[in-house]
């Protein structure tokens, strides 16, 4: 089936510009969960949402960073005022359920250059 | 916190030469363990995982063993060939818990 799909692939904006990111995650799947990879900091944890809930947003780096999740489905992140440090692959996963056992599955990511 | 240390590389191995990634890690309880492999210009695949102690994880020839007494899940392959040239991250998940910690990654090139 179809796995985790993330839109844009790439993305360039200016320095103080807003982006939106969206993640389609692996239908069925409850929990979806945020990922920052960049050269410097490796892969950091942002946030997760089981169903439309976002339990814990303390890996969000700022207040620009926000997430959210409707229907149970598509989540968009959404990092407002644009910094050069924003700059990094940003990646959603998807689990069937929450649980440290649980197998999380990865989407290719969206490349963001803020210049 | 929980924390994973891998060796960075990069790792440079010709054709059928016999492959090591260490992994260590520290957690609370009893974590469930991952490697995840990123080709390049993909994403993040999982390779294997284990979810208790002694518990051995294994795909396309590779192997990792769950070992609590070392904390450690080290991964391994008898035989690397050229397509398996790609960063291999280690990682954990706390038990009860729902992020990944992950190690740095380790970029493998198989050369013929």
């Known amino acids: 089936g179809a796995g985790v799909s993330q839109s844009p692939s790439n993305k360039v904006t200016e320095k103080g510009k807003d982006v939106e990111l969206r993640c389609d995650p692996i239908?069925?799947?409850?929990?979806l969960y945020w990922y920052r990879q960049s050269l410097g900091q490796g892969l950091e944890f942002l946030i997760y949402f089981q169903g439309n809930s976002a339990p814990d947003k303390s890996g969000l780096p700022s207040d620009r960073f926000s997430a959210e999740r409707t229907g149970g489905s598509v989540s968009t992140l959404t990092i407002q005022r644009t910094q050069q440090e924003d700059s990094a692959v940003y990646l959603c996963?998807?689990?069937?359920?929450?649980?440290?056992?649980?197998?999380?599955?990865f989407g290719p990511g969206t490349r963001l250059l803020v210049l | 916190g929980n924390s994973v240390t891998q060796m960075e590389g990069p790792v440079t191995l010709s054709e059928e030469a016999f492959l090591t990634i260490n992994c260590t890690y520290t957690?609370?309880?009893?974590?469930?363990l991952f490697w995840y492999v990123q080709y390049p210009g993909e994403g993040l695949q999982l390779l294997l995982k284990a979810t208790k102690a002694d518990d051995k994880g294994s795909n396309k020839g590779f192997e990792a063993t769950y070992r609590k007494e070392t904390t450690s899940f080290h991964l391994e392959k008898g035989s690397v060939q050229v397509s398996d040239s790609a960063v291999y991250f280690c990682?954990?998940?706390?038990?009860?818990?729902?992020?990944?910690?992950f190690g740095k990654g380790t970029k493998l090139s198989v050369i013929p």
């Open positions: 990682a954990l998940s706390g038990a009860g818990s729902y992020q990944l910690t």
């Open positions: 996963a998807s689990s069937l359920e929450t649980g440290g056992k649980e197998t999380q599955y």
């Open positions: 957690a609370t309880g009893y974590p469930s």
């Open positions: 239908s069925g799947h409850t929990a």
